[in-house]
């Protein structure tokens, strides 16, 4: 008979090794699932996280791994610092929808003058979208005590129609021969989110990401704010005789959030999307939550562990072309790497001990 | 605009079959809420349910089959969440993203060979002379058998919580976990059967989309209601009667603002698609006052060294 013993503290060892375990887990369990579907498991296996970085065309899907590495995460970021405080937006969607449409119809409305001013009011304009998004559970749940997690998610539906009707209606370009959709910013110089080294995908939104991190590291470690989240996040009780204030830390952790994730849309947006258009979102607001949960609310380990799904979104559409594996399998993949996560996650709290059974 | 096409008869009628997923789904998580539990994966357990429903009810023609399968669809999926919360200890709300996220993705694969298939129809009860009587026969009595069958089940779990022994049980492990295992209830197997009870309710729920209200099979069809049902029942205060009522409110929303949309109101059909969630929005600062009612052991890990 097994039995769970708690441990004093979290161990520091399994804390790092469990995301590591997660991965390997995910990768028999979706190699099985691969197998299921009639695929050769190795290969959809390799293909996905071989193929990418060292591949043949490896020279083509690498820049793609900082372009789509770095919206998930500018997001995840964000949200793990209300994650750590138990502060749960998970509408992370809604906000980098917001900050997409909010940084485009600046660029649009400044269309056709050109001018460096542009680019950095699009960049104000898609952080403030995103943050004017998240402040709506924020404010509400300090002003009427709503709980933030439905709230915040209700506005991704929201958001959704509102990106639904401004690609059919304010936004749609006016040359466009009636088709939804904005006019291209990557046609419009001055809002063109361009490479800045060409060949390599960097662009701007990855700039913000590396900051985003530097930033949340010196914040959690150095910082009495940094300290009041994880202190929150430990003991809440103890936080608030220490005096912090929560409700400071729910703007503080919601607007923070929500301003990253409307950058990432608005870079998104300008840069590799291009256009505000239906089907916009993918879904990074989503999947931003595993990459927090992987990277264990850790800046580092967040920064790592963006770079890995982004790692599977590209190695994914590969297997998708290369071996006609369906789109589906890998959002499934990506769902029970979060799975495995929380599952092995028992090993950093609890010790497994073998006990006889006792009468209880 | 022609606000005359709108029929109030055929409105009231259509309320009630818009009202059943989230009324299922939603009766399920109070059980679950109830028992101390929040499971978060209730969209995740609806989208599972509509695919699993949708896919044996085509493949059987029949769509008795069908609900059966998607009960036991969710049901399965509710397994993973118990497995997680209540044998690895993890934490609750993560688990429930989790769950939602998983579900999402396994629904579309096991739907890629269903779109745009017709599900087998599933007939309408004709009650004879209730069924007859004008405006209450259509609006009340000329439905299929699970709307029915969702209005009994209002009944019958606001009976089990209030008089039953199994739902005082239930309560006292809901409210204090520590209480209830030292009077030698097993809180983790109680908890356990509260989930896959929840995620059968929510399967079937989905199924109710999928099979009679759309009916077809979509991506990502259930489109929130799993998260509408949540809400739901935070505005019941964690009962069965208010569920009811907040299920027809939600269901009236959905079915006006798409006969809004039919009769060409003068808005774009995006910003009357918002409503329901701006409704539930609206519900949820509405209600939050209200605290009292909620488990007081609602989300907390239970753990016996504890």
């Known amino acids: ?360 | 605009m022609d606000m005359g096409s709108i029929s109030p008869e055929l409105l009231l009628a259509s309320l009630m079959v818009a009202a059943t997923p989230i009324l299922l789904a939603a009766l399920g998580e109070l059980v679950v809420e109830r028992a101390g539990v929040l499971n978060l994966g209730v969209e995740g357990m609806m989208i599972t349910g509509a695919i699993c429903g949708f896919a044996v009810a085509v493949n059987s023609g029949s769509p008795a089959f069908g609900f059966v399968a998607a009960a036991g669809g969710g049901a399965v999926l509710a397994l993973l969440f118990a497995a997680l919360t209540q044998v690895a200890l993890a934490n609750q709300v993560a688990s429930g993203l989790a769950l939602t996220l998983f579900g999402l993705g396994l629904s579309s694969l096991l739907g890629q060979g269903y779109v745009g298939i017709k599900p087998p129809p599933v007939a309408r009860l004709d009650i004879p002379l209730l069924g007859d009587i004008p405006f209450l026969g259509r609006v009340l009595f000329s439905h299929d058998l699970m709307v029915y069958f969702g209005l009994a089940l209002v009944g019958l779990i606001w009976w089990m919580l209030k008089y039953s022994r199994a739902g005082l049980i239930l309560r006292a492990v809901g409210e204090n976990h520590d209480a209830a295992h030292a009077l030698g209830y097993k809180v983790v197997r109680i908890r356990v059967a509260a989930i896959l009870f929840g995620g059968a309710c929510a399967g079937l729920g989905g199924a109710y989309i999928s099979l009679i209200r759309v009916p077809q099979w979509t991506e990502g069809m259930t489109a929130g209601a799993g998260w509408i049902a949540l809400a739901l029942v935070v505005f019941a205060s964690w009962k069965a009667g208010r569920v009811l009522l907040g299920a027809w409110l939600f269901g009236g929303v959905t079915v006006l603002q798409l006969n809004l949309q039919a009769a060409g109101f003068a808005i774009p059909v995006e910003y009357l698609s918002m409503s329901p969630y701006l409704i539930t929005i609206l519900v949820l600062v509405i209600m939050a006052g209200d605290k009292s009612r909620a488990p007081a052991s609602l989300g907390r890990i239970f753990h016996a060294s504890q």
């Open chain 1, 1 to 360: 008979m097994l039995k769970l013993e708690k441990r004093p503290q979290p161990s520091r060892l399994w804390t790092w090794v469990t995301p590591l375990l997660a991965v390997v887990i995910t990768m028999l369990a979706g190699g099985a699932l691969f197998a299921a579907l009639g695929k050769d498991p190795v290969e959809a296996i390799a293909t996905i996280f071989w193929q990418p970085l060292f591949g043949e065309f490896a020279f083509y899907y690498r820049p793609q791994l900082l372009i789509k590495g770095a919206p998930l995460i500018l997001i995840a970021i964000g949200l793990s610092l209300g994650f750590r405080a138990g502060i749960w937006n998970i509408g992370a969607e809604g906000q980098y929808i917001v900050g997409a449409l909010t940084g485009a119809g600046v660029g649009l409305a400044f269309y056709p003058t050109e001018s460096v001013l542009i680019f950095p009011l699009m960049v104000l304009a898609g952080a403030l979208g995103g943050w004017g998004w998240a402040m709506i559970p924020a404010v509400l749940k300090l002003r009427f005590g709503t709980n933030e997690i439905l709230v915040s998610l209700m506005l991704v539906y929201v958001a959704e129609q509102l990106l639904a009707a401004m690609a059919l209606g304010p936004m749609k370009n006016p040359e466009g021969m009636g088709f939804p959709g904005s006019r291209n910013l990557r046609q419009y110089e001055s809002a063109h989110n361009a490479e800045l080294i060409t060949g390599t995908g960097m662009h701007w939104g990855v700039v913000a990401a590396f900051i985003a991190v530097i930033f949340a590291y010196v914040l959690l470690t150095r910082h009495s704010l940094g300290y009041h989240i994880r202190l929150t996040g430990q003991a809440p009780r103890a936080a608030r005789f220490a005096g912090v204030r929560p409700a400071r830390l729910v703007l503080v952790c919601l607007g923070t959030a929500g301003a990253l994730a409307g950058l990432a849309g608005m870079f998104e947006v300008s840069g590799p999307a291009g256009q505000v258009s239906i089907d916009f979102n993918v879904g990074y607001g989503f999947t931003a939550i595993i990459v927090a949960f992987l990277g264990r609310l850790h800046p580092l380990g967040i920064l790592l562990a963006g770079l890995l799904m982004a790692l599977t979104y590209i190695g994914g559409e590969i297997a998708q072309s290369n071996m006609g594996l369906p789109a589906a399998a890998i959002q499934l993949f990506q769902g029970m790497l979060l799975f495995f996560l929380l599952a092995v996650d028992v090993l950093t709290n609890y010790r497994i001990r073998l006990a006889r059974r006792e009468v209880a």
